[in-house]
């Protein structure tokens, strides 16, 4: 069973991806605005990934018998300078929720809740995973000033994402 202030930071979690969820839609229809495919595209997946790990944190509160109640999702932004700044708050969003993560393996370290520590593994190996892939497209972006050809190709490459929900033991 979860205590109830494990179950209220997880709920509030659930919020948290769900905005992660929301802001990466909102950058991906910025994209898609701008014909970017291959960037809307990536953003989407990333969209997808996000509503994953969601339903992942409500699916493990129902599992140890907690209460799965939902918050209100705030308005994502809509409108950014440039790409390069829209990869940038990417990032500091991610490092952002990788604090969250890290917060929530501390508060189940102190309640002794090896479980939820256990369940949270999987996120704490995933962020690392999410911040170098942001990280890489932001190399990518300044290796070609966001400008000419470099921009057509790594809109292509981008565009190659796919989210396929992975399996979770
Ligand atoms: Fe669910 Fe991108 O962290």
């Known amino acids: ?13 659930v919020k948290w991806e769900m905005y992660s969820s929301y802001l990466y839609l909102a950058m991906s229809a910025y994209f898609a605005d701008l014909g970017m495919t291959g960037f809307a595209q990536w953003m989407r997946a990333q969209a997808q990934e996000e509503l994953f790990h969601a339903m992942r944190f ?10 799965v109640i939902l918050q209100a999702i705030d308005a994502p932004p809509h409108d950014w300078k440039n790409t390069i700044e829209v990869f940038e708050e990417t990032l500091k969003h991610e490092e952002h929720v990788t604090a969250r993560i890290n917060n929530l393996a501390n508060l189940a370290q102190d309640e002794r809740d090896h479980a939820t520590g256990i369940f949270l593994q999987w996120f704490i190996s995933e962020q690392v995973e999410e911040e170098d892939s942001v990280r890489d497209v932001i190399g990518k972006l300044r290796m070609i000033n966001g400008e000419g050809q470099g921009m057509l190709m790594l ?3 981008l565009g190659t994402r796919v989210f396929t929900p992975p399996v979770v033991a």
């Open 1 to 13: 069973m979860l205590s109830e202030k494990m179950n209220q930071a997880l709920n509030d979690q």
């Open 58 to 67: 409500y699916d493990y509160i129902s599992e140890r018998g907690g209460r």
């Open 155 to 157: 809109n292509a490459e």
